[in-house]
């Protein structure tokens, strides 16, 4: 009986050291889970950057041709985020700024009359080739509406006989039409383009019609794919330049006589760049409040110069 006793005794205290340990076994277990779990996250973002890595090292790398132009028409002169140039009557905006450059201008009338631009005797002069802004275009503007559907007819019967056996049996019959109904009204409005553009007082209209120059300038003494430090500059003057332009515009007050202005730049400097050194990422600012998320900005912008921008090829060139 005592010895049963014992036994029983022994038994209990061994339970009861295995019931308390189990609490720390269950502890080691969720440490080594979470460790595989780390273990496994960290293999996977090391996979993932190491894709990126390779992703970007095989993306061709990108440059900028910068252009800078000067002008050499008495008034122009740059104004805050412009070129302007002003006279009595109107004023001219300019902001090359963009790829391939910008040949928009805005035309500002300061008088109390209307101003007539005629654009018919108005030309965009690139390296002495003139550009036409008035090309009797016809501008149309379409619009419609449709409305679809379906329609379906059927009709179904059942007989009811004996099989060959004497069975009885119990069988249908059915068939269907189904036909689409749709209906569409559209319509159009022709414009034609204006030959005189008409300005009303104190206003201003914008032209948007050409870009400056779309192709790279090369040059023995200019790298074509340069490193930070290796930056290279080709400068011109006005009677050198590989790119003269001008915007010619002809116009008049109320019903006054007509006017002319010529407006002549040519491209003054060129430099070709790392995108490193042309562009940066931070985070955009407002009322002394910053975005989450950072975005790619130019360093410099200035509206007397524009770009092209390029990726280096294979063919091996250093010029």
Known sequence: MGAQVRVSFAENVGNQKCASGLPGLKKELVQMFKLQIFIVMRK????????????????????????????????????????????????????FWGEQGDMGFRLENKTDQPLY???GKSYFVLNGTAKDYYKQRVYTYSSGTSIGGSKSTSASKTATGLDYSGLLLTGGLSSGVTSALSTSESSSVSIPEKEINCI???????????????????DCDLLLYPKRKEVSVLRFESDNSPVV???????????????????????????????????????????????????????????????????????????
């Open 44 to 95: 996977m973002i090391i996979s993932f950057l190491a894709i990126l890595f390779l992703l970007s090292s095989c993306a061709p790398k990108v440059y900028y041709q910068v252009f800078e132009t000067k002008s050499d028409t008495e008034g122009i002169d740059p104004r805050s985020e412009n070129l302007v140039y002003e006279n009595e009557t109107c004023a001219v905006f300019y902001n």
């Open 117 to 119: 631009l005629d654009m």
């Open 200 to 218: 009303p007082a104190y206003a201003s209209k914008v032209v948007s019609e050409f870009v400056i120059h779309d192709s790279r300038i090369r």
């Open 245 to 319: 332009f001008e915007n010619r515009l002809v116009y008049r007050i109320g019903e006054n006589q007509e006017n002319e202005m010529n407006h002549r730049f040519y491209v003054s400097k060129v430099s070709n760049m790392p995108k490193d050194k042309v562009l940066e990422n931070r985070k955009e600012s407002f009322c002394e409040q910053e975005s989450l998320l950072e975005k790619t900005f130019f360093k410099e912008t200035s509206p007397n110069e524009f770009f092209i921008r390029y990726k280096k090829g294979n063919e091996g060139w250093e010029h």
